[in-house]
């Protein structure tokens, strides 16, 4: 299973992701119907917690890092101890860190661990009093849920009465089996409603509902309890006990756990053995009776749990391991052609939409014309979906035994879908012959945002304007723009035309770095290239370079080389304007390479030689402060570059340095445990205070 994450590549989109990650923990949370599955769901956090590590001062209130539920808030019932989520890990590898990093935190092996089904329901906790079922709340944001009572009658495997007068909070899983979801598809069609879409939905909903005219059944699944304030004894008992004897006495007072399921908790003594015992769990996986998206794995005794703590959103002791997503065979209806900034002509699958995981879905990506050829598909064909962690799902492949004669061909564009010009398809990636001409706004767009040139107040809609107005055909126009041409446009008063062309003037000495990522050259990013531009220091000597001199920039080998030669001998007369325009084509403290036949070391090659962080490989994590409290990660970054370091995005043997800011977290930890010199922001900045910005 892939845990890659969405890139985000500037605020707005950052953004978006929030948005919708919030819109969709409200819906998963409510009703069980997010347009997210799982997979898509982690994806988006992983991605808006990369992008907010790296720009921390950018953090919006509603962002879902750190929240139990993603911050959804439900209900106003106030929880007696806080009921948190569980962090994921999505490979034998990740889990083995995290085991590594718990043991080092409560300094200790572990010496049992507790393996479990992680069930696809709705956390709630039951409270006791005297015995007595008293009331039931769902898990809301983890300081406060829901009140659910009302239901209570209607979930087996939660008894009324206990088998003992204790009073306890009991926390579990409520969900429907599958016979339990297909009982109440039928009785709830039979009285005229829609169908549930899935187990989850079907649990949410019924949980909630009040005023039905019928009733359908759902089990719970326990798997914690903890004292409540007047629990007397009993405090103490589960204050010492394992958390599998903890499992063993919530059985004994009469209530359901899934010790008697195919995936019953086992203890075990080391990390191999848990690993196994995740295998076991996983092959069962498409043979039980209710749905588990995963195996959580605790740390059983009572001692660990409490020297390991928790988090605001997580225990530290206990880790859920996520499993790969499942497959779904549908139909493929048709493929639609889309156009990409740099003039990619991509093709998309539109399929009857399908449940995979809690989600709908009616599209997957084709990659390229190649890829539909290579592996026959047909418009009609059943084909097996699958959602590896992407946001678009992937067209596994055709089931061919399922095909009736009827399918046909997918028809390739004949002429570019978006502007009608001829298509190059010499490659596998098929491109239209104009490029980025044929998607000026955003190729304009992408070069007016913050980590290129970063010219404030051009957003999109300005784009469209200008390139309406005919005005502006490619980004090096807009260094040719004049105030009074400006001024006729709508909502251009003389204030807005002076600010915007203050901000063009400010982006024609943005350093070459920028400038190169503004042309968007393809199999190049922000990292890329500043070690371009670092290498060759002006871009003179960037296009005059063959392939065989691109390769000696790390990161880049003989088929990315061959592109970028490629492209920058296309995109030769925007360079020229953009030169001409008066835009800066030069790097700050960066030397040229060594002539033809000399071996470039490190120094040389980054133009570093003097340089305060010449030789050194730096980090940057946590939030900055003091001088360097307004700039970007990118910023921080190309900062690290201009002083003669190499930026790097993790801690490794390697790393020399770590600017740790505040809530530096892992990084910091690790950085420790390395031996990696530490430095303050205040401390980094005083280092390399000759190449700060005037206004830092």
Known sequence: MTNSAVGLADHASYAAAVEEAAQAAAAYYATGESTLDDDAYDRLARGIAAYEREHPQEVLPASPTGKVAGGAALGDVPHTVPMLSLDNVFSAEQFATWTASLERRIKRPVSAWSVEPKLDGLAVAARYREGRLERLITRGDGTAGEDVSHAAGTVVGLPAELAEPVTIEIRGEILMTTEQFEQA??????????????????????????????????????????????????????????HSRVLARVAELGVHTAADTDVAPRTAATVEEVQARIEEVAARRAALPFGIDG???????????????????????????????????????????????????????????????????????????????????????????????????????????????????????????????????????WRCVRGRDCRVVASVSYAAGRDQLDIEGLGTTRVVQLVDAGLVADFADLFMLEREQLLTLDRMGETSTDNLLAAIDTARSQPLSRVFCALGVRGTGRSMSRRIARYFAEMDRIRAADEEELQRVDGIGKEKAAGVVAELAELAPLIDKLAAAGVNMTEPGATPPPAPGEEAGEETAAGAEGAPLAGMTVVVTGAMTGALEKLSRNQMNELVERAGGKSSSSVSKRTTLLVAGEKAGSKRAKAEELGVRIATPEEFAELIAQFLPVDA
């Open 185 to 242: 598809n039928s009785v709830r069609t039979e009285h005229g409603g829609a169908p549930f879409a899935n187990a989850r939905n079907g649990a949410a909903g019924t949980l909630r509902a009040k005023d039905r005219a019928y009733t359908v059944e759902m089990t719970f699944f326990a798997y914690g309890a903890l004292p409540l304030p007047d629990s007397g004894a009993l405090a103490a008992e589960l204050a010492e006990l394992p």
């Open 295 to 429: 195996i959580v794995v605790k740390a059983d005794l009572a001692a660990d749990q409490r020297d390991a703590g928790s988090g605001s959103r997580a225990p530290r002791w206990a880790i859920a391991y996520k499993l790969p997503a499942v497959e779904k065979v549908t139909r493929l209806l048709g493929v639609e052609w889309n156009v990409g900034r740099t003039g990619i002509i991509a093709p998309r699958a539109v399929l009857e939409p399908v449940e995979i995981d809690g989600s709908t879905v009616g599209y997957a990506t084709l990659h390229n014309p190649a890829d539909i050829t290579r592996r026959d598909l047909r418009i009609g064909d059943h084909v097996m979906v699958y959602k590896a962690g992407d946001i678009i799902p992937r067209i596994e492949a055709p089931v061919a035994h399922l095909r009736t004669g009827d399918e046909q061909p997918i028809v390739f564009p004949e002429a570019c879908p978006q502007c009608g010009s001829q298509i190059d398809s010499s490659e596998q990636r």
